[in-house]
Nanobody
Framework: EVQLVESGGGLVQPGGSLRLSCAAS????????MSWVRQAPGKGLEWVSG????????NYADFVKGRFTISRNNANDTLYLQMNSLRPDDTAVYYC?????????????????WGQGTQVTVSS
């Protein structure tokens, strides 16, 4: 069974940083583009960032540009999201998702695999 397991979430003060990880297993990680998608309390899914299968191309939603950095390590099948200058409106469950082509969509049907999510709470 394919697995995507997120970690690294938690409670952080405004202006702080967190690094999320997503460990992939049981599929050919290096052949898939990867994305981070989040869901804030009471809101729908919202695409955050995506990276190509080889890691050479990355895209960001406007609301995280300059603050978040996506990366991947295909040698150990792991996706990352470095989040700096966090704000209270970044509070959400963050999911990693895999697709054969890069996507900036927010719908679950646009991805082949999803993780269970990790909670990020930004609060003083």
């Amino acid at each position: 069974e394919v697995q995507l397991v997120e970690s690294g979430g938690g409670l952080v003060q405004p202006g702080g940083s967190l690094r999320l990880s997503c460990a992939a297993s049981r599929f050919i990680f290096w052949s898939y583009a990867m994305s981070w998608v989040r869901q804030a309390p009471g809101k729908g899914l919202e695409w955050v960032s995506g990276i190509s299968s080889g890691g050479g191309s990355a895209n960001y939603a406007d609301f995280v540009k300059g603050r978040f950095t996506i990366s991947r390590n295909n040698a150990n099948d792991t996706l990352y999201l470095q989040m700096n200058s966090l704000r209270p409106d970044d509070t959400a469950v963050y999911y990693c998702a895999a697709s054969l082509r890069m996507s900036s969509g927010s719908g679950r049907s646009e991805y082949d695999y999803w993780g269970q999510g990790t909670q990020v709470t930004v609060s003083s």
